[in-house]
DNA sequence: ACCGGTCGGTGATGGGGATCACACATCGCT
DNA sequence: AGCGATGTGTGATCCCCATCACCGACCGGT
C-alpha cells in the first residue's frame, strides 16, 4: 500500500555489458549520464501519478508493472527483464508515471534524469529512435492486454493465455513444457483480472482435466495444445 | 452527414497551418516527404494485424481507433483529432499495427513511408522527440484505459467517466454542459466494453434521475458533479 | 512449541450484465 | 407509399464470477 520509495542502497555498480544493443559511443554517453544502483526485492522505483523524475532502465532483476484502480484493486501490466527502460513515457510526456514500478528480486537499475535523457535523445536521434523503439514495444503489448483482458472474457481463457505466454517466454530453459511459478495466485489473478479465488479454481480445473501439473512451485504443461484450445473459447 | 462525398482520394492539398508545433525547418522536411491526401468517411486507413507501411498523420477530421477481439466483439481505444500520427509505434517497432484506423468523416490525412520516418527521426532528434511524446501520450492513454475499463467494473461508472471525459473535451462550445452525440450506442457500448442493450438502459436510467437530457443529438449534462459521484463508486 | 502472517483450497450466495427476443422509430432509396 | 437497413427501447432469462466465510498448510521469529 504505502509503500515509499526505497533511496537506501546508493551504491555505485559496476556494469559490465555495454549498454544493451546500442552503438558505443551512444552507450557510453548514457552510461556517463546514468546512475547505476542495486536494489532489494520490493523497491518501488516509482508510483502511479508520481511526478516524473526519470527513467529507469533495468541492468539486471525483473521489475513488476502495475496499475491501481480507483476501488484499490490493482491490474500487473507486466513484468519487465533486464534491458528494459521504465517511465520512459511519462518523462517524454512531461505527465505522471502512469504505472508503478516494483522490484521483485534484487536488481541493477541504471538511473537517468529527464534532462538527460531528453537532451540525450536530442542529441543522437540513434538514441532517441531507441528509446521510441522501446515505448512502441510498451504499447504495442498493452494494446494486446487490453485485447485479451477485455475482449475474451472468460476468466479461464485468459488463465490460460497467460501459461501459454509464460511457456513462450521459457527459451532458457531445458524443458521447454515447464515453468517455474514465481507468482502467487493474488498475484496471476491481478494480471489477469479476476480473484485470487477464481485463479484457485481454474487451476484446479485445469488439473483435473490434466492440461497441467504442478510439483511445488514447477509447472508442467503436457499439452500446449489442449491449453490452446481454450483460447478460442 | 453525407453532403458532399469526396472521392478524389490521391489529390494532393494544399495544408495551411505548418506541420503542429514542430520547428519549421522540420516541419518542412516533414512536409516534403510526406504525402496528404483526402479521404471521404469510413475510410479504413490501416487494419489491425497488417504489416506496417507508414505512419498516418491526421490534418484534418476524426479518426476512429479500435481493436478487435478473437470473440468478434470489437472495441474503441480512442477517437484521434487532428495533428496526431497514427501507427507510429507499429512502424517503429516493425510489428504489425496494433489497430484498426478508420475515419469518422472526411479527413485530409498526410502519410509518411516507414523508411522516411525512420530517416528523418534518425536525422532530427527534435522530430524524433516529437513522435515520441504522441507515442508516450497514447501510452498513457492506453494505461488510463485499461486502468478505467477493468478496474472499476460498474458499467454504468465507466459510462459516466466517458461522458465526463466528452465534457472535458467540449470548450469549444459556447454551451459547457452540452455534448453532440455523434457515436451510436453500439459504439458507446464499444467504447465502454458493454452491450448495445446496457448502453440504452443505462442511458435511460440517467435521464430517468436527471443526470442527462437528450434532445435529438444534443446531451445536456446540467450537473456535472451529480454524474461524477457515481464515478468513485 | 507457540503464534502471527501469508498463502492456498473450497463451499454458498448473490448480482450485474450478456444474451435472446421482440417491437417500434427513423431514414434513405426506388 | 412501400421497403430494407439501421438504430433504439425493454422484458425475461441465465450464468459467470466477485464476494464472504472458514479451514488447513506452511514458514519465520521469539
New binding site residues.
Partial sequence: MATQVVNAVQKLIPVDKTFCDLPPAIADAVEQAALTTSYPTGAVLFAEAQAPRGVFIVRRGRVKLSICGS?G?TLILRIVNAGCPLGVAAVVSGRQYEATAETQEPSEISFLRQNDLVRLMRLHGEFALWVTQHISQDYASTCREIRDLILS??????LARLLVGWLDQNTTSKNPSQVK?A?????I?QMI??????V?????GFKKQHLIQ?TGSTLVIPDRLALESLITA
Fill in positions: 476501488d484493486r472474457d472468460s476468466a479461464s481463457e485468459k511459478l507468482l502467487t495466485h493474488e498475484e489473478g483480472g479476476s480473484s485470487r479465488e477464481t484457485s479454481r481454474l487451476l484446479a504442478q
